[in-house]
């Protein structure tokens, strides 16, 4: 009977690829165990570590690096760290096409993520979340306006939200590795349960191979990357607006 299904008909022991828009992570490792062979787009995908700064950003460097040459923006929603821009450049990411919101509280947080995914005139969002803020409720709201969204929508979040329920359709755990190098454990996707984690080599900036110093002392550097600060006026308890 499972043979006459149709294509579009999801098979749990199959990876679900039908009507998935997705992006190329640019690791061919974990394309091939993510639905739709990449970053998906139209759904939150949840990036769960146990601190900032173990290599998150870089695992989505090839993502930034294609979008902003596309001249596609970049939003970058309350990051724990200010980010480096030279650092950025290094890796031919294009910071013109970069957008850091500042949202210190977490009504505003929530409240500028949803007006984001409402404008939909983004290449991907990046959002760090406060956990002790961040209801079920919350999420789904966030889940349901992602869909229309032309891009992936990416959820920061701490190591203790591995353990509860989400309605992201994909969350993955990060866990930082020697040699510089992560591990990508699949706690949830559309497809078969994954036991083991990936191990990706995160991308090295382009300066570190390049292969004179002189070149690097002449470099310009680049512009700052464009900063507003959000702020909702009137919060709610339990809403985003």
């Known amino acids: 009977m499972s043979a006459a299904l149709p294509a579009a008909v999801w098979r749990a022991s199959q990876l679900g690829h039908a009507g998935i828009d997705a992006v190329s992570s640019g690791f061919p490792a974990l ?22 700064g173990i290599g ?10 294609q979008l902003t040459r596309e001249r596609r ?6 990051p724990p760290l200010q980010p480096y821009a030279p650092a ?7 910071l013109d096409y970069l957008l850091v919101v500042q949202a210190p509280n977490a009504a505003d947080r929530l409240w500028a993520v ?31 306006a992602a869909q229309p969204a ?8 701490p190591l203790a939200a591995q353990f509860d329920a989400s309605p992201a359709p994909l969350r993955l755990l990060l866990l930082p590795r ?10 949830k996707r559309r497809g078969p349960v994954m036991a083991d984690p990936i191990l990706v080599d995160l991308p090295q900036p382009v300066s570190t191979i390049r292969p004179r110093a002189s070149t690097l002392a ?13 702020r909702h006026d009137a919060p709610h308890e339990g809403t985003l607006n």
């Open 31 to 52: 394309d091939a165990e993510l639905p739709g062979a990449g970053w998906p787009s139209g759904m939150l995908t949840e990036l769960i570590g146990r601190e900032s």
């Open 73 to 78: 923006f970049v939003v970058l929603l309350a």
């Open 114 to 144: 949803e007006q984001t995914l409402e404008s939909a005139a983004f290449g991907a969002l990046l959002a760090w979340l406060p956990q002790e803020r961040t209801r079920p409720e919350h999420l789904r709201r966030m889940q349901s």
């Open 178 to 187: 020697p040699d510089q190098r992560l591990s990508v454990q699949i706690l």
């Open 56 to 65: 998150e950003l870089r695992l989505l460097v090839p993502l930034l690096r």
């Open 218 to 230: 002449t470099a310009p550097e680049p512009h700052p990357m464009r900063t507003i600060h959000a």
């Open 88 to 94: 950025l450049a290094s890796h031919g990411i294009q």
């Open 150 to 157: 032309g891009g992936p929508v990416f959820l920061f979040r």
